[in-house]
């Protein structure tokens, strides 16, 4: 590969590392990683997560972990705790401790003391609603707050008050003196810090005034030596912002990129409409496996790498758009193919009553567990002459052989592993529907010791009825039945998809999976992949959905 093809196939982020690498520009690799802890995190920030993670990994440098704990009303040791554990899973290591913004409260005050004494910052006793006022529009100039020009020894007293709580929250604020004329609105003396009489999850009631994002972000980024701030779009206008607080302390320059956002057709991504999702019980929690929160990915079975490869098939763009949320049921289906073991789980189970297979009889089929993984082995398959098959494998009257491969009256189809049998027969419940068939079987067709010279095309998964487990199936499909939720003008919770959990409480699973614990995960054959969820108790399994076997959306 040329130097050009090596450089095209990196990403616009790798191009700008390599360049700032080799002019010495940098001299390492710094990123970091800073959610705020008023939620758990969903697919977007595992995007963020793989990129900055992912960077620092390949150009041997370190990213941290940074709560942006500024809002304490909002936050709590839950979501840190939360947050610390999706890291883990995905593997990927902060260093000794996790960093808060709160760590660097007092270097933050004294950061604005020294914008104060520059006359670059000023206390504003305008209402909220005066502030916004006085901003106007980016066309015409904004109205200058009649604070603005106090004296730098009035500001430094009144910002001192802020700080010793004489002020009540909302009367007052420190704004940063820069451009009322400016056609970025950020510009336009933007609030830097505000009182808030809340106690905090760490500092407790030691501060009742708290920096603004603007404010603690670049200052945060420089106090850690960040060398790249990567951040989503929504944050370009920001920019010139952090330039000019990073100017005006004279601090190490921290430099912002900016790249798109993840948006994923049938999902939202947005904190606050997820946390609605959750305290209006449209969902049982933020790890709900119909969520797109990492907790509930992971309790739905998706893998670390399943997360890993999709953020890295998205790849870095520098405009928004949309991805199709099969590209990330096919990253789990692809690591989980090569991974999970194959079984048997019936969801309507039909019993096949094998004629003439003596009562007592019990032979042990050897089935394969992973195809794809020689190292897997075999396991051992209860063959008896009482089975359950899926109803929807036997059709009374069913088409053509040519469109019908599984059983009907005189079909013949193959039990995996097993023999292949002929329907003899079939007996119906009073309200009409199948309850029992009848088959007989060729014992010169068992599996791999087959010398009949039959072919047939049907094959079917089947447990014995006699050693079969009884579990409950719960089959997550889509949250949102419309594609692109950010375009709609209506409520969102409109757009649920109703059939986005059905439960099947009397399904049947092959005796291996007795003894399967919480995170175990399996291919059903022909059904789909599916995780042990942590509802499972010795008496019952659970089984989550991960994703079918093939995207089966697009017919619907």
């Known amino acids: 590969m040329s130097e050009n093809e090596k450089r095209e196939s990196l990403n616009f982020i790798e191009q700008m590392i390599e360049d700032d690498l080799a002019s010495g520009k940098n001299s390492f690799v710094q990123t970091r990683f800073p959610p705020e802890p008023n939620g758990y995190l969903h697919i977007g920030h595992a995007k963020s997560i793989v990129l900055n993670f992912g960077l620092a990994e390949k150009y041997n440098g370190k990213c941290n972990l940074r709560f942006d704990d500024t809002n304490p009303e909002k936050e709590s040791t839950e979501y840190v705790n939360a947050i610390i554990e999706d890291i883990k899973w995905l593997g990927y290591d902060y260093g000794e401790k996790a960093l808060f913004t709160s760590d660097y409260f007092d270097t933050l005050y004294e950061y604005a003391i020294k914008l104060i004494k520059k006359g670059k910052a000023y206390v504003d006793h305008q209402s909220a609603e005066e502030i916004s006022a006085g901003k106007t529009n980016p066309t015409i100039p904004g109205i200058e707050s009649p604070y603005r020009n106090n004296s730098v020894e009035q500001n430094l007293e009144e910002f001192e008050k802020m700080r010793a709580g004489e002020y009540a929250e909302g009367s007052c604020v420190l704004r940063a003196k820069i451009d009322m004329t400016s056609p970025n609105m950020h510009m336009r003396d933007p609030i830097i810090y505000r009182i808030k009489k809340v106690a905090h999850h760490r500092t407790g009631d030691k501060w009742c005034i708290y920096p603004n994002y603007d404010f603690a972000h670049g200052q945060s980024d420089s106090i850690e030596n960040v060398t790249y701030s990567l951040c989503t779009l929504e944050f370009r206008d920001h920019k010139p912002l952090y330039d000019w607080l990073i100017d005006e302390l004279e601090i190490f320059p921290s430099k912002q990129t900016e790249f798109a956002r993840l948006n994923l057709s049938y999902t939202i991504v947005s904190k606050r409409k997820l946390l609605q999702l959750v305290n209006e019980g449209h969902v049982a929690g933020w790890d709900d496996p119909r969520m797109p929160t990492i907790s509930a990915l992971r309790r739905r079975g998706f893998t670390p790498d399943s997360l890993k490869k999709f953020a890295h098939k998205v790849g870095v763009a520098r405009r928004d758009g949309i991805t199709d949320v099969a590209l990330l049921e096919h990253s789990v289906r692809e690591d989980l193919n090569k991974k999970a073991n194959r079984v048997f789980g019936i969801q309507n189970p039909l019993k096949v009553v094998i004629t003439n297979w003596p009562e007592d009889k019990e032979e042990i089929m050897q089935a394969v567990n992973n195809p794809e993984d020689e190292t897997a082995g075999t396991r051992d398959m209860p063959f008896t002459r009482e089975l359950y098959i899926e109803q929807d494998d036997f059709l009374e009257n069913p088409p053509s052989p040519r469109k019908w491969f599984r059983l009907g009256p005189d079909r013949e189809v193959r039990l995996k592993y097993g023999y292949i049998v002929k329907c003899t027969g079939f007996k119906k419940a009073d309200d009409g529907t199948i309850e029992e068939i009848y088959c007989e079987y060729d014992p010169d067709t068992k599996s791999g010791q087959d010398t009949s010279g039959k072919k047939v095309k049907g094959t079917l998964g089947w447990v014995s009825a006699k050693h079969a487990v009884e579990a409950e199936i719960r089959l997550y499909d889509r949250l949102f039945k419309t594609e692109n939720l950010n375009t709609i003008d209506d409520d969102f919770i409109n757009h649920l998809n109703p059939d986005s959990l059905t439960i099947v409480p009397n399904a049947l699973v092959e005796p291996s999976l007795k003894d399967a ?30 994703v079918t076997l093939r995207d089966n959306w697009s017919k619907k």
Do not use: C, P
């Open 517 to 546: 614990k919480a995170g175990g995960q399996f291919q059903f054959e022909r059904q789909g992949y599916f995780i042990v969820d942590k509802e499972s108790t010795d008496d019952k399994l659970v089984f989550n959905r991960t």
